[in-house]
């Protein structure tokens, strides 16, 4: 017993004296101008073209720039390292690059140093993630010290999205190091640089002194922490450990409204939320009637969900995929009115006075809410008498499914591709790996539509795309995403984007 | 752990001595309760647990600032009347659990029983097996079976059933290398009994109280596992009510509407006290030394 | 002694040889890696660079060849070794259980002792059911009823995090709290069979206190089944250690756990089940040596 005691008590020194070493590597920025974020997860990689999540980009993004960015505040393409970009033709692109940038370890940042980003950028062994954005690129010529020509393969209207994306990394630096070592220690011409990252619980990074443009006024070190639950990041944002806590649960959302030292910023998300009934032969089911499909679409109730279910906050899709502010969105498609009595008769007239049962797969905690929003869904069929069984699947298990088209013939998904009408139309093209429809015009209309310059005539094609996948019906468009961030009164000019990024550009704190 | 197995009181007067016991009459009682809801649900509740309506949502219970006198305990965030799903959901609960114990306590005490029996390289084998599970992280093995195969109930049963096997092997072994010894056991292999027959008539009712205790506390733990597995995503299906599921939910809402978790875990500490009570009592009733003091 | 090691070894392979299994069954971690509109081809490659598209068998004489020297593979979703991410993060999940651990005896064991001494009384059964109360709760819920009352309400202690004593208070709270049932119910069963003994009769004839009785004749007996079912209890505070580094942010290996599942990302998997399964092995060997020490009736010839 005494021995065990004795053990026990040098355990429990042991403990206490690492807490006392952590506790000596005292901060030397005060708080008040320190950034502290909460996300849900650490970053995998801080390097920003590692992967596609926000979570890596959001501090990858402060430390590595990329070429342009889409302001929040005005939605239109500003410049970062680059200053300006034209067609030459429809397949060379011409970037002008930003003078007198460095890198934080001196290295410039100039037109060798973007012709190797580009290069990194397009080799898919390294930068797999961006595979569906750099497949079109060919080949990168240097014009002039601060001149690079991009060639792509064919005519490519996405491109400004795609300069987005392309962050510029330091030639010799990553050499010497390699692309894995990068990841964990970048270095770029960000207005911070990496000071420390302790997995799973912080990533610190401090001004960067030779910041070419105007970094966040006020705030000396920002530091990234991994807060997986919703619950939790809600409440330390509350005592003040957080200024900024990211990806709230909307039942959070209320409570931080009705404090004083407290904001709430809500943000359409590019997330499309849709339920798929899918027309595809070999998903047997009623669905194959086109009148089932017109049923379904009447039974749901979106305003319902969104009033209720996101206080209002989420905006409900009208009758298509394409958001309001999109490239092709056409007003004069109406959606599916909500009309019980009317989807009753049209599943009677299809042969099921009755109704039937069907399976619904669902994904449980991918997405905010979405066990609530299909235990919803579910509630509004049984109304018309179409009896689910939910399904509810892993996310792991559900992105299998649904790539290997499985999540027929009824199931519920919030997709986000890049914001561009073509990305977002193509998912639904014959040879897509989790389409769920076939139609030779459509395949027409999206092939034409990617290769279209012309931005009118492209608009054009994409409406027609979009009535047609209405008529067609091999969807019901329920709503975009909403997400909620919370942040201290403090935080000023805090504006996240569609697709979870926060941008520290124009951000300060008090 | 070792549990004397040499004076076995009958059913009937291990009843009496539980009954005697105080705080084992309110155990029993609540029990009695929590079957009577699980048995038949749809008389005790007042309304359909799947029942919605968006328009009241988060409702407080009847004592609180915003309520409905119809919803006693209050709605949840799809309308849902909380104590209708409470009591509906102590059936899915108690299904869901005591099948997992079931499951692990046949699957266990069988194998536990013929590695003690027999013993030689067999024994040895499956102790290693058993050793392997043990040192297996449960709740790992669990994500990774469920993503596998899918969390359809009867699934969720199996699985967490299998995560408990070892220990009842192990109660169960140990018991039998004990009893095997016995005059009674050798007396019945004297008269060419069986092998199977020897196990499962003569040795099995002699380590059959060491194992109804250990599944009462066994019952205690399933619960928490499935309530842990509804906290990952992985517990039983929605729109299924099950107490762990709606502690998960209404977790959400905590701030908003503190009953939607609140009351169904209410719902869960009862009923695991309860059975860790139960099982204590048990325990102390079964013991032939306590019972003369 | 060294037969107890070796048989450890067939248990650690079958181990990882079912974690493997179970993982490899469970999907292609390029759906999870590679956003879900990456072109095939992209798919392919990435599957071949990772050697994801060895047959099953190959890939696990792989990985068991290069675990025998330490070697656990590169992480698929960081692309780090998956020692060193694991080795990051054990710190700080050790730092949690110990203080969990130290909770759970600090509590269970004078509570078990008490209810022993004080058996069938009101004391008995009130520090039962007090016991009883930490298992009784889903421990994610107690983190977040916690974290409501101590940070919000409260603001005596922070939400999350890790670094000060004060961040540990409240995971180690949720972790050990469930723990110190089961440890004061083995301690009151044992202190009842202890207190009927021979010797500690003999020691209250010889006029010993009964505080000397209690705490030290009979309770260092009653120490040895708590010791073995601590060390058996390794996974259940393994199950605990996920959920709590969940709900209180804390930096260890059941985050990176439950994170690697879900993203199939095998070898971190491989490493932490191979990992776990060894201490709990380990563990459990000390345990019988501290037997040793404990009892010296007891010893291994």
Same mark, same amino acid.
């Given at each position: 017993m005494r021995g065990s005691l004795r053990a026990f008590a040098i355990g429990f020194a042991a403990s206490l004296l690492a807490f006392a070493a952590v506790a000596a590597? *005292?901060?030397?920025?005060?708080r008040n101008r320190t950034l502290v974020v909460a996300q849900n997860f650490d970053p995998q990689s801080l390097w920003p073209n590692g992967t596609t999540a926000s979570t890596n980009l959001n501090p990858g993004g402060a430390i590595v720039e990329p070429l342009f960015w889409v302001n929040p505040r005005t939605s239109q393409l500003e410049p970062l390292l680059a200053t300006a970009f034209k067609m030459d033709s429809p397949t060379a692109y011409r970037v002008e690059l930003r003078k007198g940038v460095s890198f934080s370890n001196g290295e410039p940042m100039n037109a060798d140093a973007l012709v190797h980003t580009l290069k990194v950028f397009v080799d898919g062994a390294v930068t797999p993630a961006y595979a569906l954005y750099s497949t079109p690129l060919d080949r990168f010529e240097k014009i002039d010290d601060h001149t690079v020509v991009i060639h792509t393969k064919n005519p490519y209207p996405a491109m400004a999205l795609v300069l987005t994306q392309i962050h510029v990394i330091p030639p010799a630096y990553w050499q010497q190091v390699g692309h894995a070592k990068f990841a964990q220690q970048p270095v770029g011409t960000g207005p911070f640089k990496l000071t420390e990252w302790v997995k799973d619980d912080r990533v610190v990074m401090d001004r960067n002194p030779n910041y070419w443009g105007t970094a966040?006024?006020? &705030?000396e070190r920002v530091i990234w922490k991994p807060v997986p639950d919703d619950t939790a990041r809600a409440v330390g944002l509350e005592t003040g450990e957080y200024d900024i806590a990211a990806s709230? *649960? &909307?039942?959070a959302a209320p409570r931080i409204q009705g404090q004083p030292n407290l904001q709430l910023v809500s943000v359409d998300s590019y997330r499309v939320f849709n339920m798929i009934l899918s027309t595809l032969p070999k998903h047997q089911s009623p669905l194959l009637d086109k009148r089932v499909r017109y049923a379904i679409n009447h039974a749901i109730d979106s305003d319902a969900i969104v009033k209720n279910l996101f206080f209002g906050k989420a905006r409900v899709l009208q009758g298509q995929l394409l958001r309001k502010q999109q490239l092709g969105f056409d007003p004069d498609i109406k959606g599916y009115a909500f009309d019980p009595e009317k989807a009753k008769a049209l599943l009677r007239e299809a042969g099921f006075p009755n109704g039937f049962d069907i399976d619904f797969k669902i994904p449980s905690g991918r997405y905010a809410q979405d066990r609530e929003v299909c235990e919803a869904i579910a509630g509004m069929l049984a109304k018309v008498g179409i009896r689910t069984k939910i399904v509810a699947l892993e996310g792991g298990e559900f992105l299998r499914q649904l790539r290997v088209q499985e999540l027929g013939p009824l199931s519920f998904v919030g997709l986000a591709p890049p914001d561009d009408p073509h990305f977002q139309l193509s998912q639904y093209r014959s040879d897509w790996r989790y389409t769920f429809i076939q139609s030779a015009e459509l395949d027409r209309l999206i092939d034409e539509g990617v290769k279209e310059t012309d931005v009118a005539k492209r608009g054009a094609l994409y409406r027609q795309a979009s009535r047609l996948l209405h008529e067609e *019906?091999?969807? =019901?468009?329920l709503f975009l995403g909403v997400d909620f961030y919370g942040a201290s009164s403090? =935080?000023?000019?805090l504006l996240p984007t569609g697709d979870q990024r926060i941008y520290l550009y124009g951000l300060s704190l008090e | 752990m070792t549990m004397a197995a040499d004076i076995r009181p009958g059913g009937g007067a291990l009843m009496r001595r539980l009954w005697r016991g105080g705080s084992s009459k309110a155990s029993l009682l609540f029990l009695g309760l929590i079957v009577l809801c699980a048995v038949a649900p749809s008389l005790l509740a007042p309304f359909d647990p799947y029942q919605q309506d968006l328009t009241k949502r988060l409702l407080g219970p009847v004592f609180s600032e915003r309520y409905d006198a119809a919803h006693l305990l209050g709605t949840d965030q799809l309308g849902r009347d909380v104590l209708s799903r409470i009591i509906h959901g102590a059936q899915i609960t108690l299904l869901v659990s005591a099948l997992a114990v079931a499951v692990s306590a046949i699957a266990g005490t069988v194998v536990g029983l013929f590695a003690g029996y027999r013993g030689g390289w067999i024994d040895l084998v499956i102790m290693r097996i058993i050793d392997m599970q043990l040192a297996f992280p449960v709740m790992l093995l669990v994500i990774a079976v469920v993503a596998v195969v899918g969390p359809s109930l009867v699934n969720l049963i199996l699985i967490m059933g299998l995560s408990g096997w070892p220990r009842f092997a192990r109660v169960a072994r140990g018991s039998v290398l004990s009893a095997k010894e016995m005059d009674y056991v050798d007396a019945a292999r004297a008269v060419g009994t069986g092998r199977w027959r020897i196990m499962f008539h003569h040795i099995l009712p002699n380590i059959m109280s060491a194992l109804i205790v250990y599944a009462s506390f066994e019952l205690a733990r399933m619960i928490l596992l499935e309530a842990s597995l509804s906290f990952l995503g992985l517990g039983v299906q929605p729109p299924i009510p099950t107490w762990g599921g709606m502690i998960n939910d209404g977790r959400q809402y905590i701030f908003q509407a503190w009953s939607v978790s609140f009351f169904p875990g209410l719902a869960i500490l009862a009923l695991i006290l309860t059975f860790n009570m139960l099982g204590d009592d048990l325990r102390d009733a079964l013991d032939p030394r306590l019972a003369n003091e | 002694m060294i037969r107890r090691l070796l048989a450890t070894v067939p248990v650690l392979i079958g181990i990882s040889f079912i974690s493997f299994a179970l993982i490899y069954l469970s999907g292609d971690p390029t759906d999870f890696l590679l956003?879900?509109?990456?072109?095939e081809e992209t798919r392919r490659a990435f599957r071949a660079a990772q050697g994801l598209d060895q047959p099953f068998l190959v890939q696990f004489l792989d990985f068991l060849a290069k675990a025998i020297t330490g070697d656990f593979g590169t992480s698929l979703r960081f692309q780090q070794s998956a020692g060193s991410l694991v080795w990051e993060r054990l710190g700080a999940t050790g730092e949690l259980a110990l203080a969990a651990m130290v909770i759970a005896l600090a509590i269970g064991i004078p509570g078990g002792t008490i209810a022993a001494y004080r058996y069938g009384s009101v004391t008995d059964r009130a520090v039962r059911a007090i016991s009883l109360l930490g298992q009784a709760v889903p421990n994610f819920y107690l983190g977040v009823v916690a974290v409501i009352v101590c940070a919000v309400w409260l603001r005596i202690l922070p939400s999350g995090g890790r670094g000060t004593v004060e961040q540990l208070i409240l995971p180690a709270f949720t972790l050990g709290f469930g723990l110190v049932a089961l440890i004061a119910r083995v301690t009151r069963s044992c202190m009842l069979d202890a207190l009927r003994q021979d010797y500690i009769r003999t020691a209250r004839a010889k006029g010993l206190g009964e505080n000397r009785v209690v705490w030290k004749h009979a309770l260092r007996n009653a120490f040895i089944p708590v010791l073995t079912i601590i060390g058996l209890q390794f996974g259940l505070l393994l199950n605990g250690v996920v959920v709590t580094e969940i709900v209180l942010s804390w930096p260890g290996i059941g985050r990176l756990a439950i994170q690697s599942i879900y993203a199939r990302d095998f070898p971190v998997v491989q490493t932490i089940v191979f990992l776990s399964a060894f201490t709990f092995v380990m563990l459990n060997l000390m345990v019988d040596l501290l037997y040793v020490v404990l009892d010296p009736r007891i010893s291994y010839k």
């Amino acid at each position: 017993m005494r021995g065990s005691l004795r053990a026990f008590a040098i355990g429990f020194a042991a403990s206490l004296l690492a807490f006392a070493a952590v506790a000596a590597n *005292a901060q030397s920025v005060p708080r008040n101008r320190t950034l502290v974020v909460a996300q849900n997860f650490d970053p995998q990689s801080l390097w920003p073209n590692g992967t596609t999540a926000s979570t890596n980009l959001n501090p990858g993004g402060a430390i590595v720039e990329p070429l342009f960015w889409v302001n929040p505040r005005t939605s239109q393409l500003e410049p970062l390292l680059a200053t300006a970009f034209k067609m030459d033709s429809p397949t060379a692109y011409r970037v002008e690059l930003r003078k007198g940038v460095s890198f934080s370890n001196g290295e410039p940042m100039n037109a060798d140093a973007l012709v190797h980003t580009l290069k990194v950028f397009v080799d898919g062994a390294v930068t797999p993630a961006y595979a569906l954005y750099s497949t079109p690129l060919d080949r990168f010529e240097k014009i002039d010290d601060h001149t690079v020509v991009i060639h792509t393969k064919n005519p490519y209207p996405a491109m400004a999205l795609v300069l987005t994306q392309i962050h510029v990394i330091p030639p010799a630096y990553w050499q010497q190091v390699g692309h894995a070592k990068f990841a964990q220690q970048p270095v770029g011409t960000g207005p911070f640089k990496l000071t420390e990252w302790v997995k799973d619980d912080r990533v610190v990074m401090d001004r960067n002194p030779n910041y070419w443009g105007t970094a966040p006024k006020g &705030v000396e070190r920002v530091i990234w922490k991994p807060v997986p639950d919703d619950t939790a990041r809600a409440v330390g944002l509350e005592t003040g450990e957080y200024d900024i806590a990211a990806s709230l *649960a &909307v039942g959070a959302a209320p409570r931080i409204q009705g404090q004083p030292n407290l904001q709430l910023v809500s943000v359409d998300s590019y997330r499309v939320f849709n339920m798929i009934l899918s027309t595809l032969p070999k998903h047997q089911s009623p669905l194959l009637d086109k009148r089932v499909r017109y049923a379904i679409n009447h039974a749901i109730d979106s305003d319902a969900i969104v009033k209720n279910l996101f206080f209002g906050k989420a905006r409900v899709l009208q009758g298509q995929l394409l958001r309001k502010q999109q490239l092709g969105f056409d007003p004069d498609i109406k959606g599916y009115a909500f009309d019980p009595e009317k989807a009753k008769a049209l599943l009677r007239e299809a042969g099921f006075p009755n109704g039937f049962d069907i399976d619904f797969k669902i994904p449980s905690g991918r997405y905010a809410q979405d066990r609530e929003v299909c235990e919803a869904i579910a509630g509004m069929l049984a109304k018309v008498g179409i009896r689910t069984k939910i399904v509810a699947l892993e996310g792991g298990e559900f992105l299998r499914q649904l790539r290997v088209q499985e999540l027929g013939p009824l199931s519920f998904v919030g997709l986000a591709p890049p914001d561009d009408p073509h990305f977002q139309l193509s998912q639904y093209r014959s040879d897509w790996r989790y389409t769920f429809i076939q139609s030779a015009e459509l395949d027409r209309l999206i092939d034409e539509g990617v290769k279209e310059t012309d931005v009118a005539k492209r608009g054009a094609l994409y409406r027609q795309a979009s009535r047609l996948l209405h008529e067609e *019906a091999p969807t =019901v468009p329920l709503f975009l995403g909403v997400d909620f961030y919370g942040a201290s009164s403090r =935080v000023k000019g805090l504006l996240p984007t569609g697709d979870q990024r926060i941008y520290l550009y124009g951000l300060s704190l008090e | 752990m070792t549990m004397a197995a040499d004076i076995r009181p009958g059913g009937g007067a291990l009843m009496r001595r539980l009954w005697r016991g105080g705080s084992s009459k309110a155990s029993l009682l609540f029990l009695g309760l929590i079957v009577l809801c699980a048995v038949a649900p749809s008389l005790l509740a007042p309304f359909d647990p799947y029942q919605q309506d968006l328009t009241k949502r988060l409702l407080g219970p009847v004592f609180s600032e915003r309520y409905d006198a119809a919803h006693l305990l209050g709605t949840d965030q799809l309308g849902r009347d909380v104590l209708s799903r409470i009591i509906h959901g102590a059936q899915i609960t108690l299904l869901v659990s005591a099948l997992a114990v079931a499951v692990s306590a046949i699957a266990g005490t069988v194998v536990g029983l013929f590695a003690g029996y027999r013993g030689g390289w067999i024994d040895l084998v499956i102790m290693r097996i058993i050793d392997m599970q043990l040192a297996f992280p449960v709740m790992l093995l669990v994500i990774a079976v469920v993503a596998v195969v899918g969390p359809s109930l009867v699934n969720l049963i199996l699985i967490m059933g299998l995560s408990g096997w070892p220990r009842f092997a192990r109660v169960a072994r140990g018991s039998v290398l004990s009893a095997k010894e016995m005059d009674y056991v050798d007396a019945a292999r004297a008269v060419g009994t069986g092998r199977w027959r020897i196990m499962f008539h003569h040795i099995l009712p002699n380590i059959m109280s060491a194992l109804i205790v250990y599944a009462s506390f066994e019952l205690a733990r399933m619960i928490l596992l499935e309530a842990s597995l509804s906290f990952l995503g992985l517990g039983v299906q929605p729109p299924i009510p099950t107490w762990g599921g709606m502690i998960n939910d209404g977790r959400q809402y905590i701030f908003q509407a503190w009953s939607v978790s609140f009351f169904p875990g209410l719902a869960i500490l009862a009923l695991i006290l309860t059975f860790n009570m139960l099982g204590d009592d048990l325990r102390d009733a079964l013991d032939p030394r306590l019972a003369n003091e | 002694m060294i037969r107890r090691l070796l048989a450890t070894v067939p248990v650690l392979i079958g181990i990882s040889f079912i974690s493997f299994a179970l993982i490899y069954l469970s999907g292609d971690p390029t759906d999870f890696l590679l956003p879900v509109n990456t072109p095939e081809e992209t798919r392919r490659a990435f599957r071949a660079a990772q050697g994801l598209d060895q047959p099953f068998l190959v890939q696990f004489l792989d990985f068991l060849a290069k675990a025998i020297t330490g070697d656990f593979g590169t992480s698929l979703r960081f692309q780090q070794s998956a020692g060193s991410l694991v080795w990051e993060r054990l710190g700080a999940t050790g730092e949690l259980a110990l203080a969990a651990m130290v909770i759970a005896l600090a509590i269970g064991i004078p509570g078990g002792t008490i209810a022993a001494y004080r058996y069938g009384s009101v004391t008995d059964r009130a520090v039962r059911a007090i016991s009883l109360l930490g298992q009784a709760v889903p421990n994610f819920y107690l983190g977040v009823v916690a974290v409501i009352v101590c940070a919000v309400w409260l603001r005596i202690l922070p939400s999350g995090g890790r670094g000060t004593v004060e961040q540990l208070i409240l995971p180690a709270f949720t972790l050990g709290f469930g723990l110190v049932a089961l440890i004061a119910r083995v301690t009151r069963s044992c202190m009842l069979d202890a207190l009927r003994q021979d010797y500690i009769r003999t020691a209250r004839a010889k006029g010993l206190g009964e505080n000397r009785v209690v705490w030290k004749h009979a309770l260092r007996n009653a120490f040895i089944p708590v010791l073995t079912i601590i060390g058996l209890q390794f996974g259940l505070l393994l199950n605990g250690v996920v959920v709590t580094e969940i709900v209180l942010s804390w930096p260890g290996i059941g985050r990176l756990a439950i994170q690697s599942i879900y993203a199939r990302d095998f070898p971190v998997v491989q490493t932490i089940v191979f990992l776990s399964a060894f201490t709990f092995v380990m563990l459990n060997l000390m345990v019988d040596l501290l037997y040793v020490v404990l009892d010296p009736r007891i010893s291994y010839k």
